[in-house]
């Protein structure tokens, strides 16, 4: 079995600004997240206050939505939404990471 890259924010939030598309992580139980432009954006008004999310009963942190993570939906600029997998997703996070690390050590 191929061991899949960890998701992180940064992994992201870098990805979101480099290729300037949206990314919905849909976690079932836990909820789903919004990255753009390297930017966490919030569903509705009715969302809950950011000091809130990880210690409030029903607002798991960020880094939990992650984890348990399973569905990954990338909205490009022409308005294609095209689904991937956990592991489809940390490749591409990867690539898209290293040729950030790359170009900073150039």
Same mark, same amino acid.
Not at 22 to 37: C, H, N, Q, R, S
Not at 40 to 69: C, D, M, Q, R, W
Not at 82 to 103: F, G, S
């Given at each position: ?25 849909? $976690?079932?139980? *836990?909820?789903? +997240?919004?990255?753009?432009?390297? /930017?966490? @954006? ?6 809950? !206050? ?12 960020y ?5 348990? $993570?399973?569905? *990954?939906?990338? +909205?490009?600029?022409?308005?294609? /939404?095209? @689904? ?5 997703m940390? !490749? ?15």
């Amino acid at each position: 079995m191929v061991e899949v890259s960890e998701i992180t924010l940064e992994k992201l939030r870098v990805f979101t600004d480099r290729s300037n598309v949206l990314v919905t992580i849909d $976690a079932p139980l *836990f909820g789903t +997240l919004m990255v753009f432009k390297g /930017r966490i @954006l919030y569903k509705g008004a009715s969302y809950v !206050e950011p000091e809130k999310i990880g210690s409030s009963i029903g607002f798991p942190a960020y880094e939990n939505i992650l984890v348990e $993570a399973s569905r *990954f939906w990338i +909205l490009d600029g022409n308005g294609v /939404r095209r @689904l991937k997998c956990r592991e489809e997703m940390a !490749e591409l996070l990867d690539q898209v990471y290293r040729l950030k690390k790359t170009a900073k050590s150039v």
